[in-house]
């Protein structure tokens, strides 16, 4: 009769040491899938900042090239300005910008 007892508790202690097992490996899956998508997030993440720090390069090359051609222009307008004999503080004055502005502008030219 002992040993009937002794049986029905392996019995049920095993029955738990399964339970508590599945729970655990459960649990285990449910943390390596969470795992996997966080980093399927990170890469993605990854992914879309350096398409991004590529766009935003290409787009300041852009504007630099169209500041350039601006500033050339604005240049050329200014040294026209000189040409026809007007100084450089009514050059300045007439365009409402800095006198340093426009000997800068000369000096570059």
């Given at each position: 009769?002992?040993?009937?007892?002794?049986?029905?508790?392996q019995s049920t202690a095993r029955?738990?040491?399964?339970?508590?097992?599945?729970?655990?490996?459960?649990?285990?899956?449910?943390?390596?899938?969470?795992?996997?998508?966080?980093?399927?997030?990170?890469?993605?993440?990854?992914?879309?900042?350096?398409?991004?720090?590529?766009?935003?390069?290409?787009?300041?090359?852009?504007?630099?090239?169209?500041?350039?051609?601006?500033r050339q222009r604005a240049a050329?307008?200014?040294?026209?300005?000189?040409?026809?004999?007007?100084?450089?503080?009514?050059?300045?004055?007439?365009?409402?910008?800095?006198?340093?502005?426009?000997?800068k502008t000369q000096e570059s030219?």
């Amino acid at each position: 009769m002992t040993e009937a007892r002794n049986s029905a508790k392996q019995s049920t202690a095993r029955a738990r040491a399964r339970e508590k097992a599945a729970e655990f490996r459960a649990k285990q899956d449910k943390l390596e899938q969470l795992a996997t998508d966080y980093f399927v997030a990170a890469d993605s993440l990854e992914g879309i900042e350096t398409a991004t720090h590529k766009e935003v390069a290409a787009v300041h090359d852009r504007a630099a090239k169209q500041s350039l051609v601006v500033r050339q222009r604005a240049a050329t307008a200014i040294a026209s300005m000189l040409e026809l004999g007007t100084s450089r503080s009514e050059v300045a004055d007439r365009l409402g910008v800095a006198l340093r502005e426009v000997k800068k502008t000369q000096e570059s030219s």
